[in-house]
């Protein structure tokens, strides 16, 4: 399979739109994500050395660590997706072709059953990394040089935008899991990670709204 980060850009974009399974929407999840970490990193970087953001820039600095640490699990996480869709659906086909109640489709099943956990493991995982990139994100936004607020508000919305995707993919999985424990304790896990992002979601739109109230203030002293 290719590495898709060495893709140009416009071929990776051939490669999602080409109707293949691969690369799917766990693998966007994470390029999502992945754009949401470089552009709070711009808008550090633009706010650093900035003056009048003295106080600002050591914030931000203070998450350095954290996006790069996330940034290397995305980028695996963004080849990793698609290599173990491909072989789910692999070995959704050979099943298919294998005699009904045979030892073959059994132990077909039970390799299927595995890369399927592993399938919704992926996503599980990655949503708790994409919730802490859009918790920087707004930070980004709060404390970031003011010109380059484009830059932040899109880091938090691709980044939510992102994890509330990945957050559908666990779900959808979950229809066709086995293990009645297993399933449950993801669906109790994937329940508070939206939970959780519902509350960044209401807490963005309420920075936001503060930020319009400001236009109409100036667009009343106008008229």
């Known amino acids: 399979m290719d590495d898709l980060l060495s893709l140009e850009t416009r071929d990776l974009l051939k490669k999602f739109g080409a109707g293949s399974h691969k690369p799917g929407s766990g693998s966007a999840a994470a390029l999502l994500g992945l754009l949401a970490i470089k552009l709070c990193q711009t808008v550090a970087a633009l706010t650093t050395g900035r003056p009048g953001y003295e ?4 914030i931000l600095g203070t998450h350095d660590s954290e996006l790069a640490d996330i940034e290397g699990w995305l980028e695996k996480a963004f080849q990793t997706d698609s290599e173990i869709f491909d072989e789910v659906i692999t070995l959704r086909r050979e099943r298919d072709d294998s005699p009904p109640d045979s030892a073959a489709r059994r132990q077909i099943n039970d390799r299927l059953a595995r890369a399927s956990w592993r399938a919704t493991d992926l996503p599980l995982d ?8 859009g918790e920087v994100g707004v930070l980004t936004f709060q ?3 003011l010109s380059a607020r484009g830059d932040s508000a899109l880091a938090v919305r691709a980044a939510q935008g992102a994890a509330s995707g990945a957050i559908a993919i666990v779900r959808l999985n979950l229809h066709t899991t086995r293990d009645v424990e297993r399933t449950r304790a993801a669906a109790g896990r994937s ?3 939206q939970q959780t ?8 739109d309420r920075v936001e709204m503060s930020l319009r109230a400001g236009v109409d203030k100036r667009l009343k002293n106008r008229e």
């Open 126 to 133: 990655m949503v708790d990394r994409l919730l802490r990139v």
């Open 191 to 193: 329940d508070a990670q």
């Open 55 to 58: 106080e600002a820039a050591p």
């Open 197 to 204: 992002l519902q509350e960044q979601i209401e807490r963005f």
């Open 143 to 145: 404390v970031g040089f």
